[in-house]
């Protein structure tokens, strides 16, 4: 009923509403507050309300506060309903749930003003296209809302393109996107970084494994030359898989947290020699937080009665 009475009134340019529903109506523009935009191209002014979205959809149930509202309505000027409820109800069809639409707008408010047939449409059709079904393709857009800014033809199909190459299968290349959904907006990065490993010699299998763990194929391309020019003089082997575990646990932290864990270990008594050695046995001993690494020395050493030294022997326990 608000919905109607708003957007009659929005339409329509009126300024007065039924006095039965007054009372109503107040308590919901206190709430949620009143902005006014002018349109000096046609002479009309629209009184609209600050995120007219959670009456569309259901402010109450779907997470949307005051300051929400006053973020987004920061970010887009609405002057009128129709792209905004355009909006909605292409999502609406498309099987997104009121949780996922707030989610979508939040991140990407300017989706507001799209121009669903045109921009949005044939981006949806071609990721149905190529496998995705409703409920996983609204998971993966409410999620990662840029994919609908980014082209289509310029970056969206490429970047599948080039990774439908490398995993062979569309199956392959879909998993790998639902595990990394920032794979098909940031691929410059992804694609960079893969250029690097092939450049020493990393078997295009190992390169797969770095989809594991998605950061890691975010990591700056000049880094990661850093980090596989360290990791070689480790002595690891660029054609072992254990190169590219290192390489995944040095590109997830940078050099001064890499050595605040390192001092962690020293101050249990490893020598440096004993810290190299360990994270040559087992490099994702350096992945856990200090936090972690001092808690489970605590309860080996002081607890169980393990010597520091042993542990570093074995550093996968």
Known sequence: ???FIFRTSFLHGKQTIA??????LFIFKRSIGLRLFSNSSNGHSFTVFKLWIPLRIGFSECGFSSELASRVSNCVHIETPEKPDSLIVFLENHGFSQIQIVNLIKRQPTLLLSDTEKTLS?????LYSIGFSR???AKLLSSNPLLLKSSLKKQIIPSFNLLRNLFQSNDKTIKAIKRFDGILVYHAYVFSDMKVLRGIGVPESNILMMFSNPPALLCNPVRLKEIVE???????DSLTKKFVHVVIALS????STLEKKFDVYRRWG???QEIREAFQRYPSCITASEDKIMA???FLVNKMGYRSNLVAKQPSI
């Open 19 to 24: 006095a039965s529903q007054s009372s109503n």
């Open 296 to 298: 489970i020395m605590d």
């Open 252 to 255: 997830s932290m940078s050099k």
């Open 135 to 137: 409920p996983e393709l």
């Open 1 to 3: 009923m608000f919905y």
């Open 270 to 272: 490893w020598s440096d």
């Open 230 to 236: 360290d990791v070689k003089r480790m002595g690891f």
């Open 122 to 126: 044939p981006k949806l059709e071609f």
